[in-house]
């Protein structure tokens, strides 16, 4: 039979409060998630030699010599499996387009495009708590990329909450091809003078308007790692700087832990001719015109 083919898009922190730490050392954060319409696809087929993972897409190379113990998405093929009693007698192939290590979730939309493929051909229903479950054992941002809407992110991940309507709106995302492991910036962080600083939840109930308004609430909230992140890797600041640079940028940000930064413009054709101008200036950037989802 066909597979079943899922989407995997990239997920963005719009803004991101670290407001505590629990006495077992991990962050509590609050954020306001949103995805992007460029990302990975993810299909899942019957194979009764499974579970087998084959990559392609350019990004696939990063993942090659990864052992099956460590990727996520046949890590999330054997946790359902083993949920529901079930033989792992699938082939996951995962076109992989979004850098690795980047900070809008690559590695968490794959394993929940996984789990909701595997859903489906398992048949089961896509509102059932188990998926849920396994999601959050396999990582904080899973469950939030398995629901796949905008939503308010707080605790370590396992808090998920309605957020606003968000208005139309255009991105450009750009890594400056330098991976970042997020245990290494939370590192920094808690060796930083600000690592026993905490934000407060910045939530706001009000719909935005347009782009524009949604950058000036943005703009009054922030991304508590950036700092810690520019310590690990400074070339996210001439990143921000040159997305700063683009005609129409409402916004530049850091996204989750980086190095993939984005930002936010009120037209598609001021994305495409910031992407644009950005490539031809860093070519061996990854650089994307993109649309927040709905």
């Known amino acids: 039979m066909d597979g079943f083919i899922e989407a995997a898009p990239a997920k963005l922190n719009l803004y991101l409060h670290v407001t505590g730490r629990r006495a077992d050392g991990y962050h509590e954060l609050d954020s306001l998630v949103a995805f992007a319409s460029a990302g990975d696809r993810v299909t899942v087929t019957p194979d009764p030699d499974g579970p087998r993972l084959h990559l392609s897409g350019p990004f696939a190379p990063a993942l090659a010599g990864e052992p099956p113990s460590g990727n996520l998405v ?57 998926l849920f479950e396994v999601a959050a054992s396999l990582g904080a941002d899973v469950p939030v990329c398995l629901d796949g809407r905008t939503r308010y992110f707080g605790g370590i991940g396992d808090e998920l909450a309605p957020a606003p309507a968000l208005p139309e709106i255009h991105l450009v995302l750009a890594n400056p091809g330098v991976p970042v492991p997020t245990p290494a910036v939370f590192k920094a962080r808690r060796q930083d003078a600000e690592g026993d600083r905490f934000s407060p939840p910045a939530r706001f109930a009000g719909t935005p308007a347009d782009a524009a308004d949604l950058a000036g609430l ?46 936010l413009y009120a037209h598609a054709e001021e994305a495409e001719a910031a992407a644009g101008r950005i490539t031809a200036a860093h070519n061996r950037w990854w650089v994307k015109a993109a649309r927040m989802l709905g």
């Open 74 to 130: 046949l890590r999330a093929v054997t946790a359902l499996a083993e949920r529901f009693g079930r033989a792992p007698a699938v082939s996951v192939a995962l076109d992989k387009h979004l850098p690795v290590a980047s900070g809008i979730g690559g590695g968490s939309a794959d394993a929940a495009a996984c789990l909701r493929g595997l859903a489906r051909l398992w048949e089961i229903a896509p509102d059932h708590p188990a």
């Open 218 to 263: 943005l703009r009054e909230r922030r991304n508590d790692l950036t700092g810690a992140a520019l310590s690990v890797a400074p070339a996210i600041a001439g990143t921000l700087a040159a997305l700063d640079d683009t005609p129409g940028c409402l916004l530049s940000r850091l996204s989750g832990s980086g190095a993939t930064c984005f930002a």
